[in-house]
């Protein structure tokens, strides 16, 4: 399990009680670098580590959410101290909360989601965030695949909103480090570097080594050790950060003294500070005695400076309604710094989370115990330190004028409390064996309708099923011969919600009988195989033989051609069933083209597990029967061995 940085030791505020400073600004000072992916631009720090049991991650367990990944999480044992706002993610994993105070189910977000992570791309994007440092623990236990994932996933991502990422090695008890962190960065992160979304400084790409220096037992690295790998990174043609102690310039309190060369060697310095303020005085204290001491110390020596910008531990109740945040971004930019590190974007944790979170008692479990975003007794919008972000960086940037007030208003627009009315005339469009279709006539709102939510009742129970922003919905995973009762509800960006409409009940049709391998013998295609184990042999009939793509070398595929298009429901993988191979998780997504040249995705990535103990099989059954004609899939990762490998690939429609 990763360690949370909570786990940095603390340090006194000497002084911090004097009282706020003077708002006088300081002497602007050049910068080292010219303006590039990191200088002059926001960079928020990026998690990425949550992850839900039935999200197909290789991890396989509430990561982060729980002290017992095997358990959902739940009152008095939930490692989150705050509650993320689901509206905008089209899935979610139920804890074991009670619902939330609008009667939702109290469902989390797995980062393992591609959309998830687009999600949170997207709202950097619209606030403001330049960069994201993508937090990289020691990857060779058993969280190594996951994280892998993960690393494409930002990067897809990034690409996909024009955002750039880079890689951040956090070093907390990775006692083999210095070795290690190479070798990853050689054989697998360096590669990331192709990608026109990776960030670069001065033509370099960048990397972050977070953690050298700090005066725990967690970074025992010796000054000669730090400095190897950092001089490593420089040869490799880096432009390397580092993420130091609060107090790395006179090497006290969380720093070890006698690492004043390490922290001179990198090309950038990232002071930390979560859990070091939680107020405006102890901000002002910052400011005049250690940010403008530091930035002196480094313009003096060409190195640039990224300190921190911290939203406050809501938890705690320190962020007082933005005035903390904007503090720092006011400080920061009359002292003349050209970057800053906002800590951090996802870190539901901590607390010091700017993604969107719940804005009310309305958007988080009644008995979560947590506080929402109102706790100060001032209502805003659930995306309010995202657009705090915005402003705070746009003043950075000089774009607007430096003020100490905050200007970010608590709502975009004003608060919205009229819900949208009830949506009209429900209705049954369709049924297979496992879906029901439904249509509905469209609801109406003061503002806006945000979209729609689909429940499914038994009894007198009700629990949403899906989200959308259309005038339909499909229910999939449903049983054949099964009646099932569905009713849905509109709700606006504010968080109201209309009452259910009509409710109608559908039962869905009996299973079909059919079990041809439609692939059996069928033409093949592939990324690449090696050796004598071409596609091919994925169609034979014969489980002892195989394909396997070239190694390392994600990602890879295998694709059938089903002669014609065709009703297609379930996908048969199979690997040879001798007990010499072991057991093996595969990261696999299906798509689907009628014409063998646009696919679309049937089935997102997934971990799918091969245990000769149980026939080394995995099945893939597609949400709803899909009409295709070229099925392929795509292998990003295996747990035991460095290439995709299929010794059947079988096709059923049922």
């Given at each position: 399990?990763g360690?949370?940085?909570?786990s940095?030791?603390?340090?006194?505020?000497a002084?911090?009680?004097?009282?706020?400073?003077?708002?006088?600004?300081?002497?602007e000072?050049?910068?080292?670098?010219?303006?590039?992916?990191?200088?002059?631009?926001?960079?928020?720090?990026?998690q990425?580590?949550?992850?839900?049991?039935g999200?197909?991650?290789?991890i396989?367990g509430?990561w982060?959410?729980?002290?017992?990944?095997s358990?959902?999480?739940?009152?008095?044992?939930?490692?989150?101290?705050?509650?993320?706002?689901?509206?905008?993610?089209?899935?979610?994993?139920?804890?074991?909360?009670?619902?939330?105070?609008?009667?939702?189910?109290?469902?989390l977000?797995?980062?393992?989601?591609?959309?998830?992570v687009?999600?949170?791309?997207?709202?950097?994007?619209?606030n403001?965030?330049d960069?994201?440092?993508?937090?990289?623990f020691?990857?060779?236990?058993?969280?190594?695949?996951?994280?892998?994932?993960?690393?494409q996933k930002?990067?897809?991502?990034?690409?996909?909103t024009?955002?750039k990422?880079?890689?951040?090695?956090?070093?907390?008890w990775?006692?083999n480090?210095?070795?290690?962190?190479?070798?990853?960065w050689?054989?697998?992160?360096?590669?990331?570097?192709?990608?026109?979304?990776?960030?670069?400084?001065?033509?370099?790409?960048?990397?972050?080594?977070?953690?050298?220096?700090?005066?725990d037992?967690?970074?025992?690295?010796?000054p000669?050790?730090c400095?190897?790998?950092?001089n490593?990174?420089?040869?490799?043609g880096?432009?390397?950060i580092g993420?130091?102690?609060?107090h790395?310039r006179?090497g006290?309190?969380?720093?070890?003294?006698?690492?004043?060369?390490?922290?001179h060697?990198f090309?950038?310095?990232s002071?930390?500070?979560?859990?070091r303020?939680?107020?405006?005085?102890?901000?002002?204290?910052?400011?005049?005695?250690?940010?403008?001491?530091?930035?002196?110390?480094?313009?003096?020596?060409?190195?640039?400076?990224?300190?921190?910008?911290?939203?406050?531990d809501?938890?705690?109740?320190?962020?007082?309604?933005?005035?903390l945040?904007?503090?720092?971004?006011?400080?920061?930019?009359?002292a003349?710094?050209q970057?800053v590190?906002?800590?951090?974007?996802?870190?539901?944790?901590?607390?010091?989370q700017?993604?969107?979170?719940?804005?009310?008692?309305?958007?988080?479990?009644?008995?979560?115990?947590?506080?929402?975003?109102?706790?100060d007794?001032?209502?805003?919008?659930?995306?309010?330190?995202?657009?705090?972000t915005?402003?705070?960086?746009?003043?950075?940037?000089?774009?607007v004028?430096?003020?100490d007030?905050?200007?970010?208003?608590?709502?975009?627009?004003?608060?919205?409390?009229?819900?949208?009315?009830?949506?009209?005339?429900?209705?049954?469009?369709?049924?297979?064996?496992?879906?029901?279709?439904?249509?509905w006539?469209?609801?109406?709102?003061?503002v806006?309708?945000?979209?729609?939510?689909?429940?499914?009742?038994?009894?007198s129970?009700?629990?949403v099923?899906?989200t959308?922003?259309?005038?339909?919905f499909?229910?999939?995973g449903?049983t054949a011969?099964?009646?099932y009762?569905?009713?849905?509800?509109?709700?606006?960006?504010?968080g109201?919600?209309s009452?259910?409409?009509?409710?109608?009940?559908a039962t869905?049709?009996?299973?079909?009988n059919?079990?041809?391998n439609?692939?059996?013998?069928?033409?093949t295609?592939?990324?690449?195989?090696t050796?004598?184990y071409?596609?091919?042999?994925?169609v034979?009939?014969n489980?002892g033989?195989?394909?396997?793509?070239?190694?390392?070398?994600?990602p890879q595929?295998?694709q059938?051609?089903?002669g014609?298009?065709?009703?297609?429901?379930?996908?048969?993988?199979t690997?040879?069933?001798?007990?010499?191979?072991?057991?093996?998780?595969q990261?696999?997504?299906?798509?689907?083209?009628?014409?063998?040249?646009?696919?679309?995705t049937?089935?997102g990535?997934?971990g799918y597990?091969?245990n000769?103990?149980?026939?080394?099989?995995?099945?893939?059954?597609?949400?709803?029967?899909?009409?295709?004609?070229?099925?392929?899939?795509?292998?990003?990762?295996n747990?035991?061995?460095?290439a995709?490998?299929?010794?059947?690939?079988r096709?059923?429609?049922?």
């Amino acid at each position: 399990m990763g360690v949370s940085r909570r786990s940095v030791i603390a340090t006194s505020l000497a002084g911090a009680a004097a009282g706020a400073l003077p708002l006088a600004a300081a002497t602007e000072a050049a910068a080292a670098s010219p303006p590039g992916d990191v200088v002059g631009k926001v960079t928020v720090g990026y998690q990425g580590w949550f992850a839900c049991i039935g999200d197909g991650a290789p991890i396989n367990g509430w990561w982060h959410y729980s002290p017992n990944w095997s358990q959902a999480p739940a009152p008095g044992a939930c490692s989150i101290t705050c509650w993320p706002d689901m509206r905008d993610f089209t899935k979610g994993y139920r804890s074991n909360f009670a619902n939330l105070g609008n009667g939702q189910p109290a469902n989390l977000f797995s980062s393992y989601d591609q959309q998830t992570v687009d999600t949170h791309f997207r709202w950097m994007q619209q606030n403001g965030c330049d960069t994201a440092a993508l937090q990289r623990f020691n990857p060779n236990g058993g969280e190594g695949a996951t994280r892998d994932a993960m690393a494409q996933k930002v990067r897809s991502a990034a690409e996909a909103t024009g955002r750039k990422f880079y890689v951040m090695y956090d070093v907390t008890w990775w006692l083999n480090m210095q070795g290690e962190i190479k070798t990853d960065w050689t054989n697998k992160m360096s590669a990331h570097t192709a990608s026109p979304a990776y960030a670069r400084q001065n033509g370099k790409p960048v990397v972050c080594i977070w953690g050298f220096g700090f005066n725990d037992d967690g970074r025992p690295f010796a000054p000669a050790a730090c400095l190897d790998v950092i001089n490593w990174f420089k040869a490799q043609g880096c432009y390397v950060i580092g993420g130091v102690p609060t107090h790395w310039r006179l090497g006290t309190d969380d720093s070890r003294a006698g690492y004043i060369d390490v922290y001179h060697a990198f090309n950038m310095i990232s002071p930390w500070m979560v859990g070091r303020i939680s107020d405006n005085a102890g901000a002002d204290w910052f400011y005049t005695n250690r940010v403008l001491p530091d930035l002196a110390d480094l313009n003096a020596r060409g190195i640039d400076y990224q300190p921190c910008v911290i939203p406050g531990d809501l938890a705690a109740g320190h962020r007082r309604h933005g005035e903390l945040m904007w503090r720092q971004f006011y400080n920061h930019t009359r002292a003349g710094v050209q970057s800053v590190y906002i800590s951090m974007f996802d870190e539901f944790n901590e607390g010091n989370q700017i993604a969107k979170t719940a804005e009310s008692a309305a958007w988080q479990p009644t008995n979560s115990g947590m506080r929402a975003l109102d706790e100060d007794g001032t209502p805003c919008s659930s995306d309010y330190y995202l657009r705090l972000t915005n402003d705070g960086g746009r003043m950075l940037k000089g774009q607007v004028a430096l003020t100490d007030t905050r200007f970010t208003v608590p709502f975009p627009t004003g608060p919205d409390q009229t819900a949208p009315s009830v949506p009209g005339s429900l209705r049954v469009t369709g049924t297979t064996d496992t879906t029901v279709a439904l249509a509905w006539n469209a609801a109406t709102d003061n503002v806006g309708v945000a979209g729609y939510r689909v429940s499914r009742v038994s009894g007198s129970t009700s629990t949403v099923i899906g989200t959308t922003t259309t005038l339909a919905f499909t229910a999939t995973g449903l049983t054949a011969s099964t009646s099932y009762t569905f009713t849905v509800a509109a709700y606006d960006a504010a968080g109201n919600a209309s009452g259910a409409s009509n409710a109608v009940t559908a039962t869905t049709s009996a299973p079909p009988n059919n079990t041809t391998n439609l692939a059996a013998g069928r033409p093949t295609s592939e990324s690449s195989h090696t050796q004598v184990y071409g596609s091919g042999n994925a169609v034979d009939g014969n489980t002892g033989t195989y394909w396997e793509s070239a190694n390392n070398a994600w990602p890879q595929w295998l694709q059938v051609d089903l002669g014609s298009a065709m009703a297609t429901r379930r996908i048969v993988l199979t690997l040879p069933p001798q007990s010499s191979w072991a057991t093996r998780t595969q990261t696999i997504a299906v798509s689907g083209s009628t014409d063998g040249g646009s696919f679309t995705t049937i089935v997102g990535a997934a971990g799918y597990t091969f245990n000769p103990a149980t026939g080394n099989t995995a099945t893939i059954t597609f949400p709803s029967t899909v009409t295709t004609r070229y099925l392929r899939l795509t292998f990003t990762a295996n747990t035991g061995w460095p290439a995709g490998q299929c010794s059947e690939f079988r096709v059923y429609n049922g």
